[in-house]
């Protein structure tokens, strides 16, 4: 990313040649010179004080005690590079010379700042004729795009599958979209060993606190019969084989598969196991499968993704009516609608190690968020919180003032319908004000759903994540502010859905840090 010098080419730099440098200065030691010969402008004497910086000089140098100031200069430019030490040097009266520390720009929060300088603008501009949801986006043309299921499904005969080598048992954690990877990757690696899949455990995990069971989430018939020319999928192990093993699930070899596995390891290491023991269990299954596979290894996890994984009934049906309220509610733009995946939950704004407006309080919530989710982890010797160069390299969840900012900016005005799917936002009251300033027609799953309704899914964090997952399946335009795995996700369902164009908003967090500290913006 960076020039070999940063001196600039010979061009730029002056045409006078320089004068060669003098022998006895490139040999290094001497005890007397000539003073009478040549001109050298300091008459024949050496001052003490040169000969004093000379005999400093020399003893660093012949004792390589310049090793001993590595250490010093390599931190001192880090911190130069990071925008650490950065200074502004402003003289005052009797010629004192006083030092002030310079932010870099793009280090600090000023988007509050900035937005009451524009605010009068987008007031100005409210209600206008042109809105960029309904301009902007025009369909691409689509030559040549397959979906990514065509070859499994042409390939599948409605033949029985050979007989199975054994049960396959994953346990999959995290929240609904890890899950939702590891089951995938579970289909592709029983198709791999021949092996019979019970449907996946899921793990309760410590962050996401959701007791669901597969069924509450997914669709299991459906998952089942989707799959059935391609992997042999049953709800639990048969009686004969769990008595195998004392009726214990936890008396079955747990394989200690390592991450991002490729298929010839499970062919050498986890294959033979299978066929000697009739069943293995892989916990925790989350990223052991490797990206890059075989097409056809690659076709199964998107089957796996985009056909079998159905929510199931209780979450459709309310899914279903958040979608057509949305349509409602966006009827003066034919029922097109902008969603936003927010990330500014306490334990996202806490992970980040971000700085925003709150000061003093901000930083102690922050710390007792990051003790009380990862225990230890910020607080490891030699681990640096850095804000400012967060927020400078992009890795600062955007706030939805800012998101809304950026809308504005790209030309959706203040009629356009906007959904945000989120968790708990971190001081909601206070940080989504001004977002539905901008955007008075912003919903969310709790405006657009009744409490009575969404009784049935409070406490279980996964099951409202597919409610916000189906309504952000069919907006008109999707935009990511964080990434993670519901984005990638969804940024891929669509295109599916959608033969193979979608709209999706995914900013560059970089350059909007130095807009929204511009004193200048407009």
Not at 1 to 9: D, F, P, Q, V
Not at 283 to 303: E, K, T
Not at 450 to 462: N, R, V
Request: aromatic letters at 10%; a positive charge; hydrophobic letters at 40%.
């Amino acid at each position: 990313m960076h020039g070999l010098s940063r001196l600039g080419t010979a061009s730029n730099r002056s045409v006078s040649p320089s004068p060669p440098s003098s022998p006895r200065l490139r040999h290094g030691r001497y005890k007397n010179f000539n003073a009478g010969g040549g001109g050298g402008g300091r008459g024949g004497k050496q001052s003490a004080a040169d000969k004093i910086v000379f005999v400093l000089i020399s003893t660093v140098f012949r004792r390589k005690g310049v090793l001993l100031f590595a250490p010093l200069v390599y931190i001192l430019g880090m911190l130069l590079f990071m925008g650490s030490l950065g200074f502004d040097v402003v003289s005052l009266k009797n010629a004192v010379v006083v030092v002030h520390r310079r932010l870099p720009p793009g280090s600090v929060y000023r988007s509050p700042q900035v937005f009451q300088k524009l605010r009068p603008f987008m007031e100005a501009e409210s209600n206008a004729s042109h809105n960029a949801l309904m301009t902007t986006w025009n369909l691409k043309m689509r030559q040549g795009w397959k979906p990514c299921v065509n070859s499994i499904i042409s390939k599948a005969g409605f033949s029985e599958l050979p007989k199975s080598n054994g049960f396959l048992i994953i346990e999959a954690n995290g929240g609904l979209n890890q899950q939702r990877l590891s089951i995938c990757d579970a289909v592709a690696v029983a198709w791999l060993l021949n092996a019979t899949l019970v449907i996946p455990i899921f793990h309760l995990n410590s962050v996401w606190q959701d007791s669901s069971k597969f069924g509450d989430i997914f669709d299991e018939e459906f998952f089942i019969h989707a799959l059935r020319n391609h992997v042999n999928v049953v709800r639990e192990l048969p009686e004969d084989v769990l008595q195998r093993f004392d009726n214990n699930i936890s008396n079955i070899v747990n394989l200690r598969v390592k991450g991002w596995s490729s298929p010839a390891h499970y062919l050498q290491k986890v294959l033979p196991k299978l066929e000697a023991m009739g069943a293995v269990r892989i916990a925790p299954f989350s990223n052991r499968l490797a990206f890059s596979v075989p097409s056809n290894i690659q076709g199964l996890r998107c089957l796996s993704n985009f056909e079998a994984l159905r929510f199931s009934e209780p979450i459709r049906t309310l899914a279903d009516k958040m979608v057509e309220r949305m349509v409602m509610n966006s009827s003066h733009a034919g029922g097109k609608y902008v969603s936003v995946h927010l990330r500014f939950e306490m334990d996202m704004v806490a992970f980040s190690c971000c700085e925003y407006d709150g000061g003093e309080e901000e930083r102690h919530e922050m710390d007792i968020a990051r003790e009380r989710s990862w225990r230890g982890k910020f607080r490891r010797r030699g681990r640096v919180i850095r804000p400012g160069a967060n927020r400078m390299d992009g890795k600062c969840p955007l706030t939805p003032l800012e998101v809304g900012m950026m809308l504005r900016g790209m030309g959706f005005d203040n009629n356009t319908s906007v959904f945000i799917a989120a968790g708990n936002i971190y001081k909601a009251e206070k940080y989504m004000a001004p977002l539905k300033q901008m955007f008075p027609l912003l919903e969310t799953k709790n405006t657009l759903a009744t409490p009575e309704e969404l009784a049935p899914f409070k406490g279980h964090s996964s099951r409202l994540a597919a409610l916000d997952y189906t309504v952000c399946l069919h907006s008109e335009v999707f935009v990511t502010t964080q990434g993670g795995n519901f984005p990638h996700f969804l940024m891929g369902h669509r295109r599916y859905l959608y033969g193979g164009h979608a709209k999706t908003i995914k900013p560059e967090k970089r350059k909007l840090a130095l807009l929204f500290d511009s004193p200048h913006i407009r």
